[in-house]
């Protein structure tokens, strides 16, 4: 009887998993893939006693800088104590078609042979490129890859009702948005006859977004509906097929007469507009051209039948991820949020000038902020830690778009660079940087993953980590990797060292006034 009970029990489910296993493997790949791919046909494996396993994606973290100065140090310094990835440069020490100080198209080259040195397994990874120079990172990693998916998700329904289709109209037809610019609020280059300017669509915002001064010709008050080509988040595989996209535009359009023909957003804006042009164009009733432009202006002609313009080009209208500073300040704040239980502000400033329409409101600080920030924060030595974490996270001041109540995740110093050095000091780990750059180095080499639970159904690692191999003071406050010389380790001590009197002078200073308080007390008691 006790061998017949063990036989059901034990022997007769895994004999049956072995079953359905090797049935697997005699399934077609490409229909086992197209079963996967499915999300309304998937397997049961509970049917089988298994649970399928998580995978694991990785993020990217790329910086097209071609040598070290204090901007660029903002940004190291910003990512890695946000616990980014380590960086990785790309165009380091890039001469001819590869040096930036002669061509801002060396970015993009050096972006395409990145991409095309990563293998097919790597293609639904995600990869976050910005500018190298003028850079701010507010809030960790973790929070970044969340945003992501919330920003798709909502941007491919929003995309479905522009073009008055379904959800899954639009899928059918491989309209996606899965690519995230910045925002800007100016079309670059200008000209009302080029379709950069006149195809692309109005922003999500709404016609009425920076209050009744919308609209009335002001730089600030436009609606912020172009690209700006320094951030972007998305897919490999859709970066790489953007990338070669815009090279091909390149080689059929470059015009060594044209004052702007350096210019990666001027090429890139380009490709963008021919895909919202061709989605217009394909969803009108008749065929008819969309409307829009002056008279004389230029449509944006395919290049052969077989030209594919779908490319999955967006843009982070709200500023969920990116944050462009020209044409936005009077609308940022830095702001705590030390109200209520539910870490919430007040907002009694009538940025849009509403006048006796406007209402104070109030702004909640999100879970995924909250939790991402004192995870940080709990990482740093007790010596450091003034306060516990949820007093400390009261009175941390975050910087808030009041336009759309986001605290936005990267600062990018678009326009006038006046402000650059006050916004690193306004930093909520400008007091910590130096603990912080330390604990984030041990979490890199320790293997640490960046989320703690699965997003989109996957675990994400850091494409990138510090080496344990290295001698520890070229290491111990980060540093990045570059594809010179196949690959090479730059550190800190090349990259940041110089400029440490102004990196750490937060955490320094914090603690000298730390340590004259502790002095006095004991000269009192």
């Known amino acids: 009887m006790a061998s017949a009970i063990f036989l059901r029990r034990v022997l007769l489910p895994t004999v049956c998993a072995i079953l359905v296993a090797s049935m697997l493997l005699l399934l077609p790949s490409s229909s086992f893939r197209s079963t996967l791919a499915n999300k309304g046909s998937r397997l049961d494996w509970s049917l089988i006693g298994l649970r399928p ?47 930036a100080a002669q061509t801002h198209l060396a970015k993009l080259r050096a972006m395409k042979r990145y991409l095309h040195s990563l293998p097919p397994l790597e293609d639904d990874d995600l990869a976050v490129i910005v500018d190298g120079y003028d850079i701010i990172h507010q809030l960790p990693a973790e929070v970044i890859i ?26 059918e037809r491989n309209f996606r948005q899965t690519l995230f610019w910045g925002p800007d609020k100016i079309c670059f280059p200008f000209d009302p006859r080029a379709p950069r300017c006149w195809a692309v669509p109005p922003s999500t915002l709404g016609s009425n977004a920076f209050g009744p001064k919308t609209g009335n010709g002001e730089f600030e008050y436009n609606d912020p509906r172009w690209l700006n080509s320094g951030t972007v988040i998305g897919p490999v595989d859709d970066l790489r097929r953007l990338i070669d996209e815009t090279m091909d535009e390149i080689s059929a359009t470059y015009d060594p007469h044209y004052d702007l023909r350096e210019s990666d957003q001027y090429y890139v804006s380009n490709v963008w507009a021919r895909q919202e042009y061709w989605r217009s164009k394909r969803t009108r009733g008749g065929g008819g051209d969309p409307p829009g432009g002056p008279e004389d202006r230029v449509l944006p002609e395919k290049r052969s039948e077989l030209h594919e313009t779908e490319l999955h080009v967006a843009i982070d209208y709200e500023s969920y991820i990116f944050q ?29 000038h509403l006048g006796d329409q ?35 996270i009261r009175n941390v001041k975050l910087g808030v778009n009041l336009v759309t109540r986001h ?54 690692a850091p494409k990138t980590k510090f080496p344990v191999n290295n001698p520890s003071e070229t290491v111990v406050y980060g540093g990045a990797w570059s594809d010179a010389d196949e690959g090479k380790f730059v550190s800190w001590n090349e990259l940041c060292a110089a400029h440490e009197e102004v990196l750490f002078r937060g955490e320094r200073e914090s603690v000298m006034v730390k340590s004259q308080l502790r002095r006095r007390r004991q000269q009192t008691s």
């Not at 009077?330 to 539910?342: I, K, M, T, Y």
């Not at 995740?409 to 940087?433: N, V």
Request: proline fraction near 6%; hydrophobic fraction near 35%; include cysteine.
């Open 53 to 99: 396993a998580i995978r694991t994606s990785r993020l990217h973290y790329l910086v097209p800088a071609s040598q070290p100065n204090l901007q660029l140090c903002y940004n190291l310094v910003s990512s890695i104590v946000n616990q980014y990835p380590v960086p990785m440069l790309l165009g380091w020490n890039g001469t001819g078609e590869f040096d």
């Open 146 to 171: 969340e945003r992501y998916f919330e920003v798709a998700d909502r941007a491919n329904c929003q995309l479905a009702e522009r073009l008055n289709i379904s959800l899954a109209d639009a899928r």
């Open 324 to 352: 462009t500073k020209a044409g936005y300040e009077p609308f940022l704040r830095q702001l705590a949020f030390g109200e209520g239980d539910g870490n919430k502000t007040t907002i009694s400033d009538d940025v849009l």
């Open 358 to 392: 406007f209402k104070p409101y109030t702004i909640p600080m999100p879970d995924h902020v909250r939790l991402a920030l004192t995870r940080l924060y709990s990482q740093l030595p007790d010596v450091r830690r003034q306060t516990g974490a949820r007093e400390w």
């Open 407 to 460: 605290i936005y995740a990267i600062w990018h110093c678009t326009g006038l660079k006046d402000s650059f050095d006050e916004q690193y000091r306004l930093q909520w780990w400008y007091p910590y940087t130096m603990s912080l750059l330390m604990a984030a180095v041990k979490s890199s080499q320790a293997g640490q993953f960046i989320t703690s639970e699965p997003i989109d159904g996957r675990k994400w």
